[in-house]
C-alpha cells in the first residue's frame, strides 16, 4: 500500500512563531486531506487538497502532487494550535485514506 | 449544527464481554467509517459503508463488526473484546468517496478493556 511520511515528528514552538509541516507520499493521489487533532482526540478537517494552494486564516498548505509531497504551513502559532497534525491520503477508487504517523507540536506561551 | 456524534465518550469493558459503540450523524452523508487509534499511533481504517454497502478493510479482525440500520447510524460491535482492543474507536462521515468535501469526526470514544 502507499506510505505516508510526515516530518518532524515532534514540534516545540514559541508562541507566535511560524513552522512548516512536511507530508511525503510513495505514489500518486487524487486526495489529500490535513487534519489537527486536538490534545481531547477530536479530528478537525483543515484542508482538502490533492493538488494546489489553499489558505485559511493563519494555515496554508500546499500539494505538489508530481513530487508527491505536501506542506502545512502554521503561522503566528498560538498555544491552541497545539495537538497533532495528520496528513491522510487516498488513491484508489474509493479513495480510502492512509493516515502518516503525525506531527506532534507544541506550542508554548 | 450538522455533527458527527459518539456515544458513549468513555467506555470500560471487561474482557471478552461484547460491546457496542454508536455513531450518528446529521450531515446525511453516504459515506460512514470506522478507525481504530492506539496510543501514539496513527488512525487505522477499520470498515466503512457505502450507504448500505459494507467494505472491510483486509487486516480488520473478525472480532470486529459493522451495522448501518439507516443513513444516520452506525454502529461498532466488538464480539468478544481483548487487552490489545483498548484504543480510541472514531466515527467519520464524507458526502461521497470522492472525499473531496473533506471527513467530519465525531469525537470518538475511548474503549477500555478491563
Known amino acids: 500500500g502507499i506510505q505516508v511520511e510526515q516530518s518532524p515528528p515532534d514540534l516545540i514552538l514559541q508562541e507566535g512563531a511560524n513552522s512548516t509541516l512536511r507530508c511525503n507520499f510513495s505514489d500518486s493521489v487524487n486526495n489529500l486531506q490535513w487534519f489537527h487533532q486536538n490534545p481531547w482526540g477530536q479530528l478537525i478537517n483543515l484542508f482538502y487538497?490533492?493538488?494546489g494552494t489553499k489558505q485559511n486564516g493563519r494555515l496554508s498548505a500546499t500539494t505538489v502532487a508530481t513530487e508527491r509531497y505536501s506542506l502545512l504551513y502554521i503561522s503566528s502559532s498560538q498555544t491552541t494550535d497545539s495537538g497533532v497534525y495528520f496528513c491522510a491520503v487516498g488513491r484508489n477508487a474509493g479513495n480510502m485514506l492512509t493516515f502518516g504517523g503525525g506531527t506532534r507540536l507544541m506550542v508554548k506561551p | 449544527d450538522a455533527m458527527v456524534i459518539q456515544n458513549p465518550r468513555y467506555q470500560v469493558t471487561q474482557f471478552g464481554k461484547p460491546v457496542t459503540l454508536s455513531c450518528s450523524q446529521t450531515l446525511n452523508h453516504n459515506v460512514m467509517y470506522w478507525y481504530q487509534q492506539k496510543s501514539s499511533q496513527a488512525p487505522k481504517l477499520l470498515f466503512h459503508?457505502?450507504?448500505?454497502?459494507?467494505?472491510n478493510e483486509a487486516d480488520t479482525p473478525d472480532n470486529f463488526q459493522s451495522r448501518r440500520p439507516n443513513t444516520s447510524f452506525c454502529f461498532l460491535d466488538i464480539r468478544s473484546p481483548g487487552l490489545g482492543d483498548a484504543a480510541m474507536y472514531l466515527c467519520a462521515t464524507s458526502r461521497d468517496l470522492s472525499g473531496s468535501n473533506g471527513y467530519t469526526f465525531g469525537s470518538g470514544t475511548r474503549l477500555t478493556v478491563v
Open positions: 459503508y457505502y450507504d448500505k454497502d459494507f467494505n
Open positions: 487538497i490533492p493538488s
